[in-house]
T-cell receptor, first 113, second 109 residues
């Protein structure tokens, strides 16, 4: 079955703009998580959505938001972009049951100039 | 915040040699996972070890877990050039992972 799909793969935005990233999870997976990866801070958890509800949230400012649709596809939005938001944004989907692993997409590389 | 700290930060070996990476974590865990990332791409799940397990094998991978020392190690035997990647340990829930900073492994032919 198809893996996790993230679009777009690359984005260049200007400071102050806003951006929306998309993630389509593996079919049947209802949990979608987002992570930010930067050279300085490493991989950091942003938030998790399950059945259209935000279930967990990391320590990021309110400029970072997300949502999940009824088909489990998820979007994350970053408003008022800052240079420090330049990062690889990774989405992961997880199934249900014990010992379920997270399946990651290839990421969206965001560059803020 | 980072839960795990991998050691070493970078490791360079020749094909055929073994590679050992270590991970330390701070809080009690239910399980610990290892992931691989090739050159800024997505992460691939390698192996999960539960807190009541001490050792687990998967192909050329061997993972150990010492909960008393809050540490884990990943051993890759008979390394190949294709093993060149960054390796991360992760703790937490399956959908809310906390990652270490990773070990960059370079395997030269």
């Amino acid at each position: 079955k198809a893996g996790v799909t993230q679009t777009p793969r690359y984005l260049i935005k200007t400071r102050g703009q806003q951006v929306t990233l998309s993630c389509s999870p593996i079919s049947g997976h209802r949990s979608v998580s987002w992570y930010q990866q930067t050279p300085g801070q490493g991989l950091q958890f942003l938030f998790e959505y399950f059945s259209e509800t935000q279930r967990n949230k990391g320590n990021f400012p309110g400029r970072f938001s997300g949502r999940q649709f009824s088909n489990s596809r998820s979007e994350m939005n970053v408003s008022t972009l800052e240079l420090g938001d330049s990062a690889l944004y990774l989405c992961a989907s997880t199934g249900q049951g014990s010992d379920t692993e997270a399946f990651f997409g290839q990421g969206t590389r965001l560059t803020v100039v | 915040s980072q839960q795990g700290e991998e050691d070493p930060q970078a490791l360079s070996i020749q094909e055929g040699e073994n590679a050992t990476m270590n991970c330390s974590y701070k809080t009690s865990i239910n399980n610990l996972q290892w992931y691989r990332q090739n050159s800024g791409r997505g992460l691939v799940h390698l192996i999960l070890i539960r807190s009541n397990e001490r050792e687990k094998h998967s192909g050329r991978l061997r993972v150990t877990l010492d909960t008393s020392k809050k540490s884990s190690s990943l051993l890759i035997t008979a390394s190949r050039a294709a093993d060149t990647a960054s390796y991360f340990c992760a703790t937490g829930g399956y959908s809310t992972l906390t990652f270490g900073k990773g070990t960059m492994l370079l395997v030269s032919p």
